[in-house]
């Protein structure tokens, strides 16, 4: 039946749903956890630092809640370069507002080119986070470069991504 809800109860007796009032005043139907808004955002231009301290990479986006008891699944990617004399580490972090909620880094020795290491992985952040909060959030991610070299995000052309996606509570 188009535009319909078929429920069963468990005992094979189905009710047929086609509108509200077809429930019944002592029923209350309520769909779980539906997602409410998308918002993504990119970062298509290369950052780079060589300083040890967080600095921002340029990936925000901007989210408001509906509900205090909705979830924001925060996914994160980017494509980061590393180089350095030593294996070079390249730092994420994303912050909700002002507040570090999670720190990651690439670590992997990928190629030597006259006595320099050169270290490229692409970094992928989730996190389901509790905001608590109907105001506007702003994510963002900062990097920092942990060895003697410098690091990049959004490197070699790549498109870095953040997409938030608010989950009704």
Not at 27 to 36: D, G, I, M, R, Y
Not at 66 to 78: E, M, P, R
Not at 113 to 123: A, E, F, M, R, T
Request: charged fraction near 10%.
């Amino acid at each position: 039946m188009p535009g319909s809800i078929k429920i069963d109860d468990g005992s094979g007796n189905y009710t047929i749903l086609t509108s509200p009032t077809s429930l019944g005043s002592d029923k209350t139907f309520t769909l779980a956890s539906p997602v409410l808004q998308v918002v993504t955002a990119t970062l298509s231009s290369a950052a780079s630092t060589t300083s040890g301290t967080f600095a921002d990479t340029g990936l925000t986006a901007n989210i408001t809640p509906s509900s205090t008891s909705s979830k924001v699944l925060v996914l994160v990617q980017h494509n980061t370069f590393a180089t350095g004399t030593n294996i070079p580490v390249c730092w994420i972090q994303l912050l909700r507002d002002s507040t570090s909620i999670q720190q990651v880094y690439n670590v992997m020795k990928a190629g030597n080119y006259q006595s320099v290491v050169h270290n490229y992985l692409p970094i992928h952040m989730t996190i389901v986070d509790s905001p608590s909060t109907t105001s506007q959030i702003t994510y963002k991610t900062q990097f920092k470069e942990t060895s003697d070299g410098s690091a990049s995000v959004a490197a070699d052309d790549f498109i870095d991504t953040i997409t938030l996606i608010e989950i009704g509570g």
